[in-house]
């Protein structure tokens, strides 16, 4: 166990539904991270929080809704998804917001979207 | 574009052989991290060796990092079955950025 925990560890949903991920750190990090895993694609890193403040949003469509109320919490609110946002995501932790320090991930969230 | 790349995409051994693989990254470094990733799961960190480092060791694993070619790899020596995975390099520049991975299949 990696001290990071994502529920639920997997999730079908239609197009017009509204989910949320959710992901949790027992490390005391200051840092959490949202990459999206697709099949045969590299590991896209989608939003950074440092300090519970957003750093980093990489050109993220607007279904995707991050919100993180602390340190140690991060949500990915999902709404009106596409089929080809189906994937692997993965939340991930690190002592601070450097982007360049060690991360530490959960066991993501597998996500289809009907 | 993205920072790591790893060759090969795949890699097919024996129990007991040696597994190689390497990482290319395009642009200069604070360090590189090799991460391992069951299927399905969350990414295991393995290593980190500094820009200022040339090989590194932890366990049965050996890292090498040289920056002239903008290149490291990835050793594990002595393979098990239990090393079946699918292992990444994270480029450190101004933010951590992984390649495609390569899979690893250890044959017992």
């Known amino acids: 166990e990696t001290g990071v925990t994502q529920t639920p560890r997997h999730l079908v949903m239609g197009m017009t539904n509204k989910k949320s991920l959710k992901c949790e750190q027992h490390?005391?990090?200051?840092?959490m991270y949202w990459y999206k895993q697709s099949a045969k694609k590299p590991l896209e890193l989608m939003f950074v929080?440092?300090?519970?403040?957003?750093?980093e949003n990489n050109s993220v469509p607007s279904r995707f809704s991050p919100e993180c109320p602390n340190s140690s919490h991060l949500f990915l609110h999902l709404h009106t998804l596409q089929p080809e946002d189906s994937a692997l995501y993965l939340c991930?932790?690190?002592?601070?917001?450097?982007?360049?320090?060690?991360?530490?991930f959960g066991p993501g969230t597998r996500l289809t979207v009907l | 574009s993205q920072q790591g790349e790893e060759d090969p995409q795949a890699l097919s051994i024996q129990e007991g052989e040696n597994a190689t693989m390497n990482c290319s990254y395009k642009?200069?470094?604070?360090?590189l991290q090799w991460y391992r990733q069951n299927s399905g799961r969350g990414l295991v960190h393995l290593i980190l060796?500094?820009?200022?480092?040339r090989e590194k060791h932890s366990g049965r694993l050996r890292v090498t990092l040289d920056t002239s070619k903008k290149s490291s790899s990835l050793l594990i020596t002595a393979s098990r079955a239990a090393d079946t995975a699918s292992y990444f390099c994270?480029?450190?520049?101004?933010?951590?950025?992984f390649g495609g991975g390569t899979r690893v299949l250890v044959k017992p």
């Open positions: 991930a932790s690190s002592q601070d917001g450097s982007l360049t320090d060690t991360q530490y």
């Open positions: 490390l005391g990090h200051n840092a």
């Open positions: 929080y440092n300090f519970k403040e957003q750093t």
């Open positions: 642009t200069s470094i604070n360090n």
């Open positions: 060796i500094r820009s200022n480092e």
């Open positions: 994270g480029a450190a520049g101004n933010k951590l950025t």
